[in-house]
């Protein structure tokens, strides 16, 4: 088996952000900002070039400049700033909190775009998260500057304070998905403040908080009982399309893991919008969300193939592929056809790919196609 992952589409366009950039004022700031470069990979240096000559000396070695990860800078601090708020990943600003402020107020536009910026004092004593805690990872990275320097991590979020889940980061690590209509403030509002936050999981990986670590957050067995019992917010954790009732449709916010595999077969020369298309039809028919799926599975020959490579790469979909004899060699109940075997030499492709892909031995849904598009559906099985 081989695989390729194909990086685009999704929630929002990937920014074209790289690094996180240091930026230190003063000599003693410069010096904190080479102990956090050196301390933190992808992390680059921009201090005052006149302060670089003693930050070489050899009395200096806990400090010394790698030339790599430093910059020497002069002028306005406050243009370069701006400059590296547009084309970083992070900012790490070795100065006092105020004139950060000051200085980032004219390029702040949205946490959701905004990228993370944790604000160090010139002794390294004190790390704190400034913007974007939650989207931009401000806050995991003051922690992280903090071990770094044994300094003290200052995350001030209503969620990290109450101890609860950050209701937009929710799932996360585990690659799950929003929807857009979700009822984030409602959910984040109710948990911080103590009100009941229902939650039914139906796929994904338990392990995003522990049993009792928020006692109000409660578990139902289904989304009707969660629905009578009227909670202030609500979770849904599912690879389903549903249809909220009347009393959850104005608080929930409903989050999809990446537990489907799509197998796909197509004869050279198909159209990306026949894909779209069949793929489209065949989830809603089935009710399962495309924000669900977790890879598209093939036969390695079409793993070039124009309109599935892009199709894939749009929606950043990862491509699995298989061989003819490896797809021949799955068991269990699929359809086989000697028409495709002769031509590929595998008896099926949609169908044998989903279930390799997915590790599974049921599909969830069975062939479906067109005239040039095959289409099966299979969950991961952990």
């Known amino acids: ?20 950039a240091a930026v230190a004022v003063t000599a003693p700031g410069a010096a904190t900002a080479l102990r956090i470069a050196g301390a933190l990979g992808g992390t680059t240096a921009y201090v005052p070039a006149r302060f670089l000559p003693s930050l070489e000396q050899p009395a200096a070695t806990s400090c010394r400049v790698e030339h790599s990860s430093t910059v020497p ?23 006092a909190a105020g ?3 000051r200085m980032l107020a004219p390029v702040l536009v949205d946490k959701r775009s905004d990228p993370g910026v944790v604000v160090v004092d010139d002794a390294g004593r004190f790390a704190i998260s400034l913007v974007s805690g939650h989207e931009g990872g401000a806050n995991k990275l003051a922690e992280q500057i903090a071990r770094a320097l044994d300094a003290t991590a200052v995350v001030t979020t209503a969620s990290e304070v109450a101890g609860v889940p950050a209701a937009d980061l929710l799932g996360r690590d585990f690659g799950w998905k929003i929807e857009p209509n979700a009822e984030l403030k409602r959910v984040a509002s109710a948990l911080v403040n103590g009100q009941t936050v229902g939650f039914v999981q139906e796929a994904g990986p338990r392990t995003w908080i522990s049993a009792g670590r928020v006692p109000n957050l409660i578990e139902f067995d289904s989304i009707e009982a969660m629905a009578a019992a009227r909670p202030s917010a ?106 495709v075997r002769r ?26 196609k067109t005239k040039r598009v095959t289409l099966a559906v299979a969950r991961l099985e952990s």
Not at 295 to 304: F, G, L, M, S
Not at 347 to 363: D, H, I, N, T
Request: aromatic share 4%.
């Open 73 to 95: 800078y002069s002028g306005s601090v406050a243009s370069l700033i701006t400059t590296l708020f547009a084309a970083s990943e992070a900012l790490v600003l070795v100065m």
């Open 99 to 101: 004139a950060a402020v």
């Open 234 to 339: 609500a979770i849904v954790i599912s690879e389903r399309l549903i249809e909220l009732p009347r009393a959850l449709a104005h608080c929930t916010a409903i989050y999809r893991p990446p537990v489907l595999v799509l197998g796909i077969g197509c004869v050279r020369g198909a159209e990306e919008s026949e894909i779209a298309e069949l793929l489209s039809t065949a989830l809603r028919t089935a009710g399962l969300s495309d924000l669900a799926v977790a890879a598209v599975a093939t036969i390695d020959r079409k793993a070039r193939e124009p309109a599935l490579v892009s199709i894939c790469a749009r929606r950043r979909w990862p491509v699995l592929t298989y061989t003819s004899a490896e797809l021949e060699s799955v068991g269990g109940d699929w359809h086989r056809s000697e028409i």
């Open 1 to 20: 088996m081989s695989s390729s992952n194909s990086d685009a589409g999704g929630r929002a366009p990937p920014r074209a952000r790289h690094g996180i």
């Open 343 to 368: 031509a590929v030499g595998s008896s099926g492709v949609a169908e044998p790919a989903a279930l390799l892909g997915a590790r599974a031995s049921v599909l969830l849904l069975s062939k479906v």
